[in-house]
């Protein structure tokens, strides 16, 4: 087996819990609306829903606030959003430790998320984890790309000097961090925290992934 080089982390649900992301777009951007257009809390999380869904995860607007904001003529900066929620960014228990013995082990690592630029700032200057990592890629903001795309993970290769088969990528999206970097030759790890799926790729924290990599990189 080739040996490991890099290991590279999904943020939002992998290495942050996701209270943070929901409350800025199921609570930030409907209480903005609502205010906006004088309709009940409820009825805005239920417009703002529906204008989502007409956007759909696979295309780049979904992940832009400025976009949201400005499609939705709403009376505030990305920046009043984002820092109205910050004290609900959270990392998952197990992150330092595991980070900690991978750095210690010799592994580089990075991050490849779909977050935009402004969200994986925030969540990593709050969370004080940044200088574990060697690269942050913002797949929206850097390449203006989707985790669906091969192109993506071949571009953060390029840039990180490394090959495919050195690197190994973990997050909680089977299809964006699991099928898609396996197509490039990546080995990838999905993250299932509910513990339903078992099969030998999936693990269930990030302790379960420095397992994996000292029995087998």
């Known amino acids: 087996m080739d040996k490991t080089r890099m290991v590279s982390f999904d943020l939002d649900g992998t290495i942050t819990d996701v209270s943070f992301v929901d409350s800025v777009w199921l609570e930030g951007i409907p209480r903005s609306y609502a205010l906006e257009k004088g309709v009940s809390f409820e009825d805005a999380k239920r417009d703002v829903r529906r204008e989502y869904d007409k956007v759909g995860r696979e295309r780049l607007e979904w992940y832009d606030l400025d976009y949201w904001i400005k499609k939705l003529s709403l009376g505030v900066s990305p920046k009043e959003v984002l820092n109205d929620f910050a004290d609900r960014i959270r990392i998952f228990p197990e992150v ?18 779909n977050a935009r630029r402004e969200f994986a ?34 571009k953060a290769c390029n840039i ?3 090959a495919p088969h050195e690197m190994v990528h973990v997050g909680d999206d089977r299809s964006f961090d699991f099928e898609v970097p396996k197509r490039l030759g990546i080995r990838a790890f999905y993250l299932d925290r509910t513990a339903q799926s078992k099969e030998e790729s999936v693990i269930h924290n990030l302790q379960e992934l420095n397992e994996k990599l000292a029995t087998h990189s």
């Open 96 to 113: 330092p430790k595991v980070l900690e013995e991978l750095r210690d082990s010799g592994f580089r690592l990075i991050i490849i998320t």
């Open 160 to 162: 990180c000097g490394i």
């Open 121 to 154: 700032d925030l969540e990593l200057e709050k969370t004080n984890i940044a200088n574990y990592f060697e690269r942050v890629f913002s797949s929206t903001s850097d390449f203006g790309l989707i985790k669906n795309s091969v192109r993506l993970y071949e």
